[in-house]
Antibody, heavy 120, light 108 residues
């Protein structure tokens, strides 16, 4: 069973950037994908993008293109989400979510979530 | 982008009864559909993938059906821990992966 542990809550000013981490442990870590899904207060789930660390291949949702970067450090099994030009609308819980080669496309493990608050 | 629409937005059901939740895709997603449960203050939990297959550890009272554009999640004999928000997600045509807006299952 894969276990995902995310970094702690962040408070940011409008216009700044945030970088959230997700450490992966357990299970089969080859050919897996880590994705980022956010949830604004009281709202639904929104996929932002993902990475396959083995191949350093990334995909991003169109609406975040140019503002989001997902990277991976294979030596520490840690994936990062960086979001720039933050606005109040980026206040949300950010989840990392895993799928492996045996589960392509559905997210069978989730991190605990990282609350990012954007406020002046 | 494939749009996923769930209905109803809120469903009120009594404990012990059956609940039926619907999810519609704006175009065919074949059987490439998953269902998640999210309890208050928790991360989503995978329930169903490939439209009909229960994830490991998911009770048999949860069942999924459908293909193409119309999908259903059924929960028989509702338990107190089943009252939560449920999301469908397509993974047929991506990026992006897309979710429905959720159905809140509440106690009647």
């Amino acid at each position: 069973q894969v276990h995902l542990v995310q970094s702690g809550a962040e408070v940011k000013k409008p216009g700044s950037s945030v970088k959230v981490s997700c450490k992966v442990s357990g299970g089969t870590l080859s050919s897996y994908s880590i994705n980022w899904v956010r949830q604004a207060p009281g709202q639904g789930l929104e996929w932002m993008g993902g990475i396959i660390p083995m191949f350093r291949r990334t995909n991003y949702a169109q609406r975040f293109q140019g503002r989001v970067t997902i990277t991976a450090d294979r030596s520490t099994n840690t994936v990062y989400l960086e979001l720039t030009s933050l606005g109040p609308e980026d206040t949300a819980l950010y989840y990392c979510a895993y799928y492996g080669s045996a589960s392509p496309g559905w997210f069978d493990s989730w991190g605990q979530g990282t609350l990012v608050t954007v406020s002046s | 982008e494939i749009v996923m629409t769930q209905s109803p937005v809120t469903l009120s059901v009594s404990p012990g009864d059956r609940a039926t939740l619907s999810c519609r895709a704006s175009q065919s997603v074949s059987s490439n559909l998953a269902w998640y449960q999210q309890r208050p203050g928790q991360a989503p939990r995978l329930l169903i993938y490939a439209a009909v297959t229960r994830a490991t550890g998911v009770p048999a009272r949860f069942s999924g059906s459908g293909s193409g554009t119309e999908f259903t999640l059924s929960i028989s004999s509702l338990q107190s821990e089943d009252f939560a928000v449920y999301y469908c997600q397509q993974y047929d045509n991506w990026p992006p992966y897309t979710f429905g807006q959720g159905t809140k299952l509440e106690i009647k």
